[in-house]
């Protein structure tokens, strides 16, 4: 038996083609599929129609249509600084501060520790 023959898959093949018609032979009959019973078409719906809308204009409509897209968007008020923010901002900013020099201060010492670490 040739064995580049086997490795294509002719042996196969032909093997797999023989159960086909074998069992093709002994099969029953096919009975015909039962026939599919008649649906009724969908209802149309109008929720309109049920209850009113939650909202005031059906879904879809575009409501830019009196803007210009060449005219700049609007400014929007800043809010006004309390004192309460203001002072907030006094205490916390130096606590920020402190913690970016710690930070740096940490990163300096393992640089230097890493450098003077002896090759080997």
């Given at each position: 038996?040739?064995?580049?023959a086997?490795?294509?898959?002719?042996?196969y093949?032909?093997?797999?083609?023989?159960?086909?018609?074998?069992?093709?032979?002994?099969?029953?009959?096919?009975?015909?599929?039962?026939?599919?019973?008649e649906?009724?078409?969908?209802?149309?719906?109008r929720p309109?129609?049920?209850?009113?809308?939650?909202?005031p204009?059906?879904?879809?409509?575009?409501?830019?249509?009196?803007?210009?897209p060449?005219?700049?968007?609007?400014?929007?008020k800043r809010r006004?600084?309390?004192?309460?923010r203001l002072?907030?901002?006094?205490?916390v900013?130096?606590?920020y501060?402190?913690?970016?020099?710690?930070t740096?201060?940490?990163?300096?010492?393992?640089?230097?520790?890493?450098?003077?670490?002896?090759?080997?």
């Amino acid at each position: 038996m040739d064995t580049r023959a086997r490795a294509a898959g002719d042996v196969y093949r032909d093997e797999a083609a023989a159960l086909m018609a074998a069992a093709a032979r002994t099969a029953p009959p096919r009975q015909p599929a039962p026939p599919e019973p008649e649906r009724s078409p969908a209802p149309r719906v109008r929720p309109e129609a049920r209850r009113p809308l939650p909202y005031p204009d059906p879904v879809g409509t575009n409501d830019n249509t009196g803007i210009d897209p060449a005219e700049p968007a609007p400014r929007k008020k800043r809010r006004r600084l309390s004192l309460a923010r203001l002072a907030a901002r006094i205490v916390v900013a130096p606590v920020y501060v402190a913690v970016a020099l710690g930070t740096l201060g940490v990163l300096a010492l393992f640089v230097v520790a890493l450098l003077n670490t002896p090759a080997g």
